[in-house]
């Protein structure tokens, strides 16, 4: 998304570069009235800039006083500063601490032109976006384990009762659930529930009330 206002202030030739390089990237290119110049959604995240294409070394404080606005709207905002020519970096260099930003709040992205400029907004983004893509990967694949682990605990500990094997064990789990719940089923409940056999289903009941059971089999 770009914001029309920037749209409107820049160049012709520098808006249809952005067009062609957003398509070439399978990027779709749409104008809307929004806070920041740009804001991209990759991997399910929203990643906000502000891109100065003009930087005024004789009026720079607007685009500070915007940024220090912007940084409490968005959690993930860069700003990419066209720069250039010596006399704008030294300006910026010098204002960026007269103003009092933080070093990396927000992470400011100093350019020598346009075209560079918008190739690193698209490489940022999508970057940060791969990144929250993996970080869920990851989380998904550590639930994974986790669940797989949980089971075989679950099972070590059902198919220890006597008689019960892996089969009555997984039909308990989805059934009635966790090793708590079963504890607390009546026999009638299994019964009604899963096949198992009403030998079965009262020794499992047993198994988690009567001391004689629950004392006697040992998990290996």
Known sequence: M?????????????????????????????????????????????VAFIFVTNWDCQNCEPIFSRVKKLKGQFANLYVVVSLPIKEQNDSFVHSYFKYGME???????????????????????????????????????????????GMGNFLRVVTSIPGIDNHDANALNQAIGSIEAIAKASKGYILENTDLSADNAETVTKFFRDPKFYLGPKIN
């Open 2 to 46: 770009m914001n029309t206002k920037w749209r409107d202030e820049q160049h012709p030739s520098f808006i249809n570069f952005i067009a062609s390089f957003l398509s070439a990237n399978s990027f779709r290119l749409n104008f809307v009235p929004i806070a920041p110049d740009c804001i991209f959604n990759c991997g399910g995240l929203s």
């Open 103 to 149: 070093l990396g709040k927000p992470t400011f992205v100093p350019v020598q032109d346009l075209e560079m400029g918008f190739e690193k907004i698209v490489k940022i983004a999508h970057s940060r976006g791969t990144c929250k893509r993996q970080d869920a990967l990851s989380k998904l694949k550590a639930e994974r384990k986790q669940s797989v682990q």
